[in-house]
């Protein structure tokens, strides 16, 4: 159901507010370009809020408690509120936090940007499981356009019309008509020329697509887009670009391979739409967040532990570590110095950034549940760091080699591959 203009709705919700016997909420759902997510903030009424807590906790609840009830909202937050294209599998939101505003609880959450899908729809069902008479009011504002969408208990699920700027095609290069699929990621600063010699070798073996992501090689980039490959925002388009490229060829199940940055990006949208990416294979992806030297704790997500780490460091150990991480990536002396050349363009703070960008909590979280489902290969591998950050993935370390796997040990890594494949088989 189509809501009502901006100004009815806001005369709307503040009769309502006096008429409590109406139970309403209203959400704003904003784009969040650097995130490439759709940032939400809900109000809803305290006690309707309280009184669905109480029934779950068969007891009297009151809000001011505090930080034990965030486990049961977060709950009520994702099984509540979701978004999903034709075909494609539900998407939860992720909670992220709340406080209270004088008679309203206000609930922040985060959707991913599934733009671009046919038969784009948003569910709010808020509290109607309990309350009948529920209504729930979403605004939408993507890139400055609006849309009003009413949810109810009747009818939980609106479509969405608003859409953002077309990805623009990737350029992509194909080789091979049998076996598993395989798309290929590349890295900074590659393009799908990085994974030909790969590709000759296996022509007979599997069915390949090298991407060329965006703002390489004929995949176009957005006006206005922040160009840098590790940017929260480039992640998110290139995320976005791949998927629907990948729906456009109509390929039912594909095992994602990507090397360095290709490797987080392989992982990310292996979490997004899991139904559609059997497997991920990261090639040396993890170096850069030093995860060999990060003590293990599984109470806290990778990210916070890794911002720890990275801001009690001096500037002179943080350019050491700088140093360190660039002598392990490179093979020879000229690929060292254009990694460092890069380093130093770069300044700590925006590195910082952009590495808490990579890793966001949500991230961190569901790539641990890929378990048996990641072949991760490191050159420089530290068994127990890497277990304690993806439990149950397949660990291989490919001795001898630099950053780049497939051009410094192009057999250790075929061996694991089919290794891994034909186990994924198997089950």
Do not use: K
């Not at 704003?28 to 939400?40: N, Q």
């Not at 965006?214 to 840098?228: H, N, V, Y």
């Not at 992982?267 to 170096?287: K, M, N, S, T, Y």
Request: hydrophobic letters at 45%; aromatic letters at 6%; a negative charge.
């Amino acid at each position: 159901m189509r809501g009502p203009s901006s100004a009815c709705l806001l005369v709307w919700l503040a009769s309502l507010a006096l008429a409590h016997p109406y139970h309403v909420s209203s959400t704003e759902l904003v784009y969040d370009r650097d995130s490439g997510r759709l940032a939400g903030t809900l109000r809803v009424f305290a006690d309707d809020l309280e009184g669905s807590l109480r029934e779950r906790l068969q007891r009297r609840v009151q809000l001011e408690e505090g930080a034990e009830l965030e486990p049961l909202l977060a709950e009520l937050v994702e099984a509540g509120i979701s978004l999903r294209g034709a075909g494609e599998q539900e998407h939860p939101a992720a909670f992220i936090g709340w406080h209270l505003e004088g008679t309203r609880a206000v609930l922040q959450f985060s959707l991913p940007a599934l733009f671009g899908l046919p038969g784009l729809e948003l569910r709010n069902a808020l509290l109607c499981d309990r309350l009948p008479d529920q209504s729930n009011l979403v605004q939408l504002t993507v890139e400055g356009a609006r849309e009003t969408l009413l949810c109810s208990a009747e009818e939980p699920w609106q479509p969405v019309s608003l859409q953002l700027p077309p990805t623009g095609e990737l350029s992509v290069r194909s080789l091979g008509e049998r076996g598993p699929t395989l798309l290929l990621l590349p890295g900074v600063g590659c393009d799908a020329r990085f994974f030909e010699p790969f590709m000759q070798r296996h022509a007979q073996r599997y069915q390949m697509h090298a991407c060329n992501l965006p703002g390489t090689a004929g995949s176009p980039l957005p006006e206005g887009l922040d160009p840098d490959w590790r940017s929260g925002a480039w992640l998110a388009h290139a995320e976005r670009a791949v998927h629907l490229w990948l729906r456009s060829q109509g390929e039912p199940s594909v095992v994602l391979l990507g090397h360095g940055l290709g490797g987080l990006l392989a992982a990310r949208l292996a979490v997004a739409f899991p139904e559609r990416f059997v497997a991920v294979v990261a090639l040396d992806a993890w170096h850069p967040l030093q995860l060999a030297r990060l003590e293990p704790t599984a109470q806290r997500p990778l990210c916070e532990r890794v911002a720890q780490r990275q801001a009690a460091l001096s500037d002179e150990a943080w350019w050491q570590q700088r140093l360190a991480s660039v002598q392990v990536w490179s093979g020879d002396a000229l690929r060292s110095e254009e990694l460092l050349e890069m380093q130093r363009r770069v300044p700590r703070e925006v590195q910082a950034r952009y590495q808490l960008e990579w890793f966001d909590s949500r991230l961190d979280a569901e790539l641990r549940s890929l378990g048996g489902r990641l072949l991760n290969l490191e050159a420089t591998l530290d068994a127990a760091a890497s277990e304690a950050a993806f439990p149950g993935a397949v660990q291989v370390r490919v001795e001898g080699a630099g950053h780049a796997l497939l051009d410094d040990a192009p057999a250790q890594v075929d061996a694991a591959l089919a290794e891994f494949l034909s186990g994924l088989e198997g089950r």
